[in-house]
C-alpha cells in the first residue's frame, strides 16, 4: 500500500513539474523578447539583433495590431525593423519595457506592459498595454497587439 502510494506522490509531482517547466518555458521566450526589443530599440542597435530577437520566431509567425495597419507577416515586420533602424528610429527613447501582469496557458502568455521612455534623462512610464504571444514548437508563431 505505501508502495502504491508513493508511486502515485511521485506521478502526480512529475505532472505539475511539467506543466511549471512549460509555462516556465514560455515565460522564459516572452522575457527574451521585450529584452531584444529593447536592445534593438537603442542607438547604436545592430542587425544580427534585429535577427536575434526574430530567432524566437517561428517561419510562419504573424504580427496582428490592428491599430498599426493590421497583420504583418515575419517578412513583413522583419523589413519594418530593418528600415526602422536605418532611419534613425531606433534611438534609445525607449528605455525598457516593464511586464506588470502575466497570464500563462497552454501556448499562450498574455501580459500587460508598459513602455518606459526616456527624454532629457527622465524615465516615464506609458499606459498599460495588451499583448498575446502565441506558441507553436517553442517558437513564438503569433503576436497579436490589443492597443
Do not use: C
Not at 502510494?5 to 505532472?15: D, E, K, N, P, Q
Not at 502565441?134 to 497579436?144: L, Q
Amino acid at each position: 500500500m505505501k508502495i502504491k502510494f508513493t508511486l502515485l506522490l511521485i506521478l502526480i509531482s512529475s505532472v505539475s513539474h511539467a506543466q511549471m517547466t512549460h509555462q516556465d518555458s514560455l515565460n522564459s521566450v516572452v522575457n527574451e523578447y521585450f529584452r531584444l526589443n529593447v536592445k534593438v530599440f537603442q542607438s547604436g542597435s545592430s542587425q544580427s539583433d534585429i535577427d536575434s530577437l526574430f530567432s524566437l520566431f517561428s517561419e510562419d509567425f504573424t504580427y496582428l495590431h490592428p491599430n498599426y495597419g493590421g497583420t504583418y507577416s515575419r517578412k513583413d515586420l522583419y523589413d519594418g525593423y530593418i528600415n526602422n533602424q536605418k532611419n534613425g528610429r531606433y534611438n534609445g527613447r525607449v528605455a525598457d519595457i516593464k511586464v506588470t501582469n502575466r497570464i500563462s496557458g497552454l501556448n499562450a502568455v498574455s501580459v500587460e506592459k508598459r513602455f518606459v521612455t526616456r527624454k532629457d534623462d527622465t524615465l516615464s512610464e506609458g499606459e498599460p498595454q495588451m499583448t498575446l504571444f502565441e506558441f507553436r514548437d517553442g517558437k513564438i508563431y503569433r503576436i497579436h497587439e490589443f492597443w
